[in-house]
């Protein structure tokens, strides 16, 4: 089971799911998840975040990718990324996923493994192993990172796109449409604020689903929208313009 002392001292191989701590106890589970999600799908396919409860497992959380490139790339990237207001320490997981081990084929049922541990010590009361997985997979940014999807390709509402009909010239706020009605402002943050320059992300509340997102200038802008444009949060692929001022 991987643990807060996970990795000290030892080599891990690199693997496709991410061991993650350092976390704000604070944030709640199912906002922490979706969070962590939002921030590190950019990366690959995942097939899951898992997080806990449990008093052991505070701070704490996994993402499994599909594959170790992708988890590579990851680890890269985010280390040391301010998340909640603090500092991510990432690293490879020392134990395999069980979504991971049934399509390797070296998945061992959780009963039997209880058996074989309790033989040779003192019986431990039985404990989520925060590497089981769900069955379901999540959605995942597909595309190429940092890629524009054709026009054919953006969401459409209706028999129209979602495509302001004399779109603004380039400038320092971003438009963000199609996002899911649960994401929040700081999910946004966090997920613009990889690139240069954020100054802040605004939500409308009578409208949810959309968003603007500043930056100090337009270069800036156009990063964070050539970066983003398509990214899925949950199951929504977010369409990013130039605001209209």
Do not use: C
Not at 7 to 26: A, C, F, R, S, W
Not at 27 to 35: A, E, P, R, T, V
């Amino acid at each position: 089971m991987a643990d807060a002392s996970q990795g000290q001292g030892e080599e891990i191989p690199p693997n496709m799911t991410l061991y993650i701590n350092n976390l704000n106890e604070k944030i709640k589970i199912d906002q922490l998840k979706k969070s962590l999600h939002a921030v590190f799908s950019q990366f690959g396919k995942i097939l899951d975040v898992l997080a806990f409860k449990t008093l052991k497992h505070k701070g704490q959380a996994w993402v499994i990718f599909e594959d170790v490139s992708s988890a590579t790339n990851a680890l890269r990237r985010m280390q040391g990324f301010p998340f909640y207001d603090k500092e991510m320490r990432i690293q490879y997981a020392k134990t395999k996923s069980d979504i991971i081990a049934k399509a390797d084929g070296t998945f061992v049922p959780r009963e039997k493994r209880k058996r074989h541990e309790e033989k040779g010590g003192k019986k431990r009361k039985e404990q989520i192993d925060p590497n089981q997985a769900a069955g379901g997979l999540n959605p995942a940014y597909a595309g190429a990172y940092g890629a524009i999807p054709p026009l054919s390709q953006l969401p459409y509402l209706g028999a129209r796109p979602i495509v302001p009909e004399a779109p603004a010239p380039p400038n320092s706020i971003l438009f963000i449409q199609n996002l899911p009605h649960d994401a929040t402002t700081m999910m946004l943050q966090m997920l613009f604020n990889q690139y240069p320059g954020l100054k802040d992300v605004r939500m409308v509340e009578t409208k949810p689903g959309i968003a603007f997102v500043e930056y100090e200038n337009e270069m800036q802008s156009t990063v964070a929208m050539q970066a983003l444009q398509g990214f899925k949060m949950q199951q929504n692929q977010m369409l990013i313009t130039y605001a209209k001022k």
